[in-house]
């Protein structure tokens, strides 16, 4: 059949004119099935490939062309492992075949660009696969179940167009540049079916800009990720009505087969034009999509590092020598990067004084793998099962001396520094700690981790030779501190420590608040981050260490206290229905009391504020600088200075919708134009009304959407700004024809002054 050249076509997104001359005059079509097996079983049969047949099937589905990846895969004399590209990593080599794939046949993977912000919906449990003592080139992500799924997905689409978007580059063009890929199985702690299909690890900015092409130009990035989800999973429920029609992952590859079908009817329709329509250039420039798949891994001989995180160490070695090294994500991206591939070269060195199994443990618990819960049984003592006893045990196995030095000079190396102090190494950390927290505490997020970057939890004790104490009660743990017990000392420490950057009553170089007001976070003093906490946790301390025990004991993983944030901040939770049941609050250390806590003349307990916590580190120094009496710190109810009430349910209790009179057509309404405009005034006070509520309810919305994009978009925020000043004018001039005679009077009234 005789080649085709590719039509041109001149066409409009949003105001641009782009020229788009690689319009294929067809789409691929569904393979036939016995190519696709003929691909699955040259899969199977590669020796350097090792792959379950599922997970071969979800490959062979998601290429166009079958036939030419049973080519690459099949052995001959001169190449026994078939066609694969192959690229040797740190520890092993990894064999991918190049090919096209389905749009629709992708999902976004987990990547630490949006891994490591703050999200609603946090990301899945990755866990390696072996078979034997082998790697298998897949992993599995566990969801909760498939709503988590399906959110997950939306979520990464969503906040990857909101930071970012080739849409007009991917229009003109096309997407020129593999993706990388590998399959994974999709596994559910609900006991939903698993299946497999192919994630997108490194590309996943190019993969979410094509579904925004094909969304269309006004779609905004919630209509594009609603695109995506709507074609992945097409509202295919858990389980199938009857118990008919095959597995989940059967119902699911049906699916996004009939949803490619009717994609190429529409197609076939947009190209029987005479000249090609934009829909058609949409559909031809994201239909399908060039990747690199990962099929297979081998690890390099020497190399210490557990069989099941072969493969997904040497996907993310790709990945870091690409973002960290040229396009580079963020600086916690980075950072969770750097701190957990230097883990990684130390278990593969396998010199450290640590043991293997210990390493393989401390890194399983860093990324995730190792769920809070575990905990309990992985350490002597049987520490409780909470995200701060997590935090404690992944501090000290982390700065341990026998460690400490080996994580420094590989993270250096990775980083490419010449050097890196306490306070280099802490900033590592506090992506890192946060893990369990970052989306309930993601007002302070971004304080935190600069705190981490100002020294963390990093005191000279905690970085020397002590062990955990396990213990439900911190304040247990003060008497055996004042008495020398370090261990106990370095446990409130770092505990309290945790506790006190988490929920922003520690900050970075405090003494930025020495001109600030107590209330608002000011400090008597200058101190560094890692120097107030050693200072709290010092063994003649009684008050710091009590300080640092209550704050221990009140952490909560699953919300942020009151005393953490502004009032500002606090008014939009006010109205929350559970609001008064779900917030919890750090009182002030007071040693005269039985309990501990601090109250005022009523009684009342007084809430502990940054100037307390910096205060306690060194009473004496807090007393010569400020003397006299230290005045009543505020209580909860008071309000930041400026700050205004925000109101509560603004509506009219009408509804939200035109009476049905008013949406009817005008041609068939005999009443008089007067009554027609009282209508149209209420559906006017309605509308204001309804858009106050809409408002309010983002406010509160705001504390809970992820940092990974805004409440509400900046384009969006331009286009109501510019139609409520529009609004605003028209109702200006209208109010000036009515009342013209008003205007005058007030006028005369300014002139000649008060009228009596």
């Known amino acids: 059949m005789p080649l085709l050249s590719p039509r041109s076509t001149t066409v409009r997104w949003g105001s641009d004119t782009f020229l ?31 792959l379950s047949e599922a997970a071969w099937e979800a490959v062979a589905r998601a290429t166009t062309r079958p036939d030419n990846l049973a080519v690459q895969l099949q052995p001959t004399s001169q190449a026994p492992s078939g066609l694969l590209m192959e690229e040797n990593v740190e520890g092993a080599t990894l064999r991918s075949v190049v090919t096209r794939v389905h749009l629709n046949e992708l999902l976004p993977g987990i990547q630490p660009r949006t891994g490591m912000a703050v999200m609603e919906t946090p990301d899945p449990l990755v866990q390696g696969i072996t078979d034997g003592n082998r790697p298998r080139s897949t992993v599995r992500y566990q969801y909760r179940d498939l709503d988590h799924l399906r959110n997950h997905v939306w979520q990464t ?21 593999n993706l990388i890929t590998h399959p994974v199985e999709i596994a559910f702690e609900d006991g939903t079916e698993s299946f497999h299909t192919v994630v997108t690890r490194d590309g996943i900015t190019r993969l979410a800009s094509a579904w925004a092409v094909l969304a269309g130009p006004e779609a905004d990035a919630a209509e594009a990720a609603t695109t995506a989800v709507d074609a992945l999973f097409a509202k295919v429920p858990a389980k199938a009505p009857g118990g008919s029609g095959g597995s989940l992952g059967e119902r699911l590859a049906a699916a996004r087969e009939r949803w490619r079908r009717s994609i190429r009817e529409e197609f076939t329709r947009e190209m029987a034009a ?50 960290v090294e040229f396009k580079q994500w963020d600086a916690a991206a980075q950072n969770m990067e750097v701190a957990t591939r230097a883990l990684k070269r130390v278990i593969q060195q396998g010199d450290s004084l640590v043991s293997q199994g210990d390493l393989q443990t401390v890194y399983g618990l ?52 010449k050097r890196m102090g306490l306070k280099g190494f802490a900033e590592l950390l506090g992506p890192l700690i946060d893990v369990p927290w970052r989306s309930h505490k993601k007002l302070v997020t971004t304080q935190a981790r600069n705190a981490w970057n100002n020294g963390g939890v990093l005191t000279a004790d905690v970085t020397k030779d002590w062990d955990p104490v396990p213990t439900d009660d911190f304040t247990e743990l003060v008497a055996p501190a004042l008495a020398g017990d370090k261990n106990a000392r370095c446990t409130l420490a770092v505990a309290g420590g945790v506790a006190l950057i988490a929920d922003k009553l520690l900050t970075r170089n405090v003494g930025s608040g020495l001109t600030t007001a107590k209330a608002n976070g000011g400090v008597p ?17 009684e008050l710091g260490l009590w300080t640092l025990a209550l704050v221990a004991n009140r952490f909560r993983s699953d919300a942020l206290p009151t005393n953490a944030v502004t009032m500002r901040q606090l008014i939009h939770k006010r109205d929350a229905a559970d609001g008064a049941q779900d917030a919890y609050i750090h009182f002030k250390t007071d040693l005269g009391e039985d309990d501990k806590i601090a109250r005022d003349a009523d009684g009342v307990p007084q809430p502990l504020l940054q100037w307390d916590v910096v205060g306690a580190s060194n009473p004496e120094r807090a007393r010569k600088l400020h003397p006299g009496p230290a005045p009543a710190a505020p209580g909860s109810s008071a309000a930041e200075p400026g700050a205004e009430p925000l109101d509560g349910d603004t509506g009219t209790g009408t509804g939200t919708h035109a009476d049905a009179d008013t949406e009817a057509d005008e041609s068939v309404d005999s009443r008089p134009p007067s009554q027609k405009a009282a209508d149209q005034r209420q559906v006017l006070r309605e509308g204001v009304a309804t858009a106050r509520d809409a408002l309010d309810r983002l406010h509160l919305l705001e504390r809970e959407v992820g940092s990974h994009t805004p409440v509400i978009p900046q384009t969006l925020l331009d286009e109501l700004l510019a139609s409520l ?31 009596q």
């Open 725 to 755: 000043i529009g609004l605003q004018t028209d109702i200006e001039n209208l109010r000036r024809k009515i009342t013209p005679d008003e205007e005058a009077d007030e006028e005369t009234v300014e002139e000649d002054g008060d009228l």
């Open 366 to 417: 860093a990324v995730g793998r190792i769920p809070v819960e575990e905990i309990t049984g992985l350490f002597n003592g049987t520490p409780p099962g909470t995200a701060l006893w997590r935090s404690i045990y992944l501090v000290h196995a982390l700065t341990r001396p026998e460690l400490l030095e080996r994580l420094k000079d590989q993270a250096k190396a990775i980083k490419g520094g």
């Open 525 to 541: 003093f200058r101190a560094d981050v890692n120097q107030v906490i050693e200072d709290l946790s010092r063994q003649d301390n």
């Open 157 to 177: 689409i969503h906040g990857t167009l909101s930071l970012n978007s080739y849409a007009p580059s991917i229009l003109a063009r096309k997407v020129t540049r």
């Open 274 to 323: 005479t000249e090609p329509g934009l829909r058609a250039v949409q559909i031809a420039q994201t239909y399908v999509l060039p990747a690199q798949i990962a099929v297979g891994v081998e690890g390099h001989p020497g190399r210490l590092l557990a069989a099941e995180d072969i493969f997904d160490d040497a996907i993310r070695s790709v990945l870091a020598s690409v973002h």
């Open 20 to 50: 788009v001359s690689n319009i294929e005059h067809d789409l691929p079509g569904q393979a036939d099935k016995a190519v696709h097996q003929k691909a699955v079983a040259a899969g199977t049969a590669n020796p350097a490939t090792l």
